[in-house]
């Protein structure tokens, strides 16, 4: 009887959905924040050549 | 630099300890039980991506005005961040609602109006590709992210002008007074303050990211013009 009351009056867990939203919102911010991070390195270094480029050109 | 990696370094440090309020100090709800703390980081995703949209309102107004390239930056770096941030909202709201709703989806007020402004900030963020030039993108999308704002508010609203599934506001001017116990309330709090960290970070990130690109641009442009 106790159990069944238990079962009755026991909330849900329903852990699966909140892990899956937790990993779901922290892969999708790091994600973005690595791409942010790894285009900006990206441009710098393309800006560093053309500059490079362009002071050889002009000596 | 030093300033962006100290934003980074709090940042992480407030999700670590947001992740153990969340889980460990916040009340298991009697009704829902455990999958109600998607509640914490739902709620403040959902309120960051309207103050990011809220910001690409004023920088799109000051834009307008000054015409300065900065402002330009800031709404189109806002916007981004704010895509990434609505995007959130509704997945975690859709993983939320499998097992409270029994549908992953239902074309509810609230569901639909933040669907429309998810669209209408990443028609934003297309306007700018497809421009015939950089000036004129800015233009038109200063134009969209001033008018698309609209919808912010009606987001809001929706579930007390509609009949809607979706629970009542927590925060802002249609929240109740004790809508929440007072754990529930610093944790929801302490997920506010963090997410907005977060948001400051990404936002001066894709800041710097916005005038690389524009150095980048100016480069280019000056080596063909050397090159006549």
């Known amino acids: 009887m106790l159990s069944l009351l238990l079962q009755i009056q026991a909330p849900p867990s329903n852990l699966p959905f909140l892990y899956a939203a937790l990993a779901v919102s922290w892969a999708i911010f790091f994600l973005y924040a690595f791409w942010i991070s790894r285009r900006q390195e990206e441009l710098k270094k393309e800006i560093r050549e053309l500059r490079e480029y362009l002071d050889h050109r002009e000596s | 630099m030093s300033v962006r990696y100290g934003l980074l370094g709090l940042a992480m440090v407030l999700m670590l300890a947001d992740l153990y309020l969340i889980s460990m100090v916040a009340p298991t709800d009697s009704v829902l039980g455990h999958v109600q703390r998607i509640f914490y980081f739902h709620v403040p995703i959902a309120v960051i991506s309207f103050l990011a949209f809220f910001l690409v309102?004023?920088?799109?107004?000051?834009?307008?005005?000054?015409?300065?390239?900065?402002?330009?930056?800031?709404?189109?770096?806002?916007?981004?961040?704010?895509?990434?941030?609505?995007?959130?909202?509704?997945?975690?709201?859709?993983?939320?609602?499998?097992?409270?709703?029994?549908?992953?989806?239902?074309?509810?007020?609230?569901?639909?109006?933040?669907?429309?402004?998810?669209?209408?900030?990443?028609?934003?963020?297309?306007?700018?590709?497809?421009?015939?030039?950089?000036?004129?993108?800015?233009?038109?999308?200063?134009?969209?992210?001033?008018?698309?704002?609209v919808d912010v508010?009606?987001?809001?609203?929706?579930?007390?002008?509609?009949?809607?599934?979706?629970?009542?506001p927590v925060v802002g001017p249609l929240a109740g007074a004790?809508?929440?116990?007072?754990?529930?309330?610093?944790?929801?709090l302490f997920s506010f303050f963090t997410f907005l960290v977060f948001f400051i970070y990404l936002t001066v990130e894709r800041m710097a990211l916005g005038e690389a690109e524009e150095d980048l641009l100016e480069a280019r442009f000056a080596i063909r013009r050397a090159e006549g």
Do not use: C
Request: charged share 10%.
């Open chain 2, 57 to 149: 309102f004023l920088a799109s107004v000051v834009y307008l005005v000054r015409r300065t390239p900065v402002w330009d930056r800031m709404a189109r770096s806002s916007a981004e961040v704010g895509v990434v941030f609505v995007t959130l909202a509704l997945l975690t709201g859709v993983i939320w609602a499998r097992p409270v709703w029994n549908t992953w989806w239902t074309w509810e007020p609230r569901l639909t109006t933040t669907l429309i402004l998810w669209l209408i900030y990443v028609a934003y963020l297309m306007i700018r590709s497809y421009a015939p030039n950089r000036q004129k993108g800015a233009l038109y999308a200063a134009v969209v992210g001033i008018v698309g704002f």
């Open chain 2, 153 to 168: 508010p009606i987001v809001y609203y929706s579930v007390i002008w509609w009949r809607s599934i979706h629970p009542s």
């Open chain 2, 178 to 188: 004790d809508a929440l116990n007072p754990t529930m309330l610093l944790v929801l």
